[in-house]
DNA sequence: CTCGGACTTGGAGTGCACTCCAGGTCAAGG
DNA sequence: CCTTGACCTGGAGTGCACTCCAAGTCCGAG
């Protein structure tokens, strides 16, 4: 229940296994994942929630190295809360500015869908 | 007024111009872009105006491909019509998912923000 | 006539984020 | 004991979308 293989994790997480090593590699992660006797990874409930706060920074479009970043900030520990807050509220403005883009040049492709549908209104 | 050089194209459209030549080349144009004697390119105003077209695509996620796909469409001229509609719904689609998939990736951001927030506020 | 600067080309290079491969280990089932 | 399948590693490969380079052309200013 507290440890799952790679595969269950991939598949919990929606990510390859492949993923989750390069992650690991890549200092995504908070700590190396835990090994069983075999040198088979064992991933954790926590292990698992921090991921899920990657995928959520990644599906925001935030960068690798910022991820790297702000998991650096986490594993120092206490005392460095206010530059996670600022390394967070940063990526939520590009996130915001964003959103408003994309929805602004799908307002335009809407406007342009609409001219199709009233060109062959009964096709 | 017609007649833009390449670094005014690109100023206009907020490209560079190493990316409307890469455009052009990979067939994302409706046609090659109009020379002046000299070779150099000279941009019209229907040319901007496709350009920003695709631009909208672009910064909402479409592929190269599928621009190609939909420039090689309004190319052909009339009678594809319901098939460029289809393109773009397709499209529009996959960009109401992907914001609705940030959107709630964000709100759960934000909430993380909030705890950093309450932890330290008066830092 | 010479220079600087904007342009041209084909093709190579870059950065990002995976994604895969070869060769190996390990535990369980037949 | 042998095979199968899931896992391991370092390192190479992939796909995308640019981005840049070298070598050349053209034009206006001095």
Redesign the pocket.
């Known amino acids: 229940m507290t440890s799952l ?4 994790a ?1 598949e919990r997480t929606g ?5 989750l ?3 690991e ?1 890549d200092g995504l992660l908070l700590h190396a ?1 835990e ?1 069983a ?5 064992r991933y954790t409930d926590d292990d698992l929630r921090w991921i899920e706060m990657v995928t959520r920074l ?1 599906a925001t479009g ?4 910022d991820v790297r970043r702000y998991a650096a900030l986490v594993r120092d520990g206490d005392g460095n809360e206010s530059e996670r807050l600022a390394l967070l509220l940063a990526h939520r403005e590009v996130v915001e500015r964003q959103l408003a883009e994309v929805t602004s040049h799908l307002r335009a492709i809407d406007h342009k869908i609409a001219l199709y549908e009233n060109l062959a209104p009964a096709s």
Do not use: D, F, N, W
Request: overall charge positive; proline content about 8%; hydrophobic content about 30%.
């Open positions: 293989t790679i595969a269950e991939a990510l390859t296994a492949h993923t090593r390069y992650y590699r994942v090994r006797p075999s040198g088979h990874r990644r935030m960068p690798i190295r």
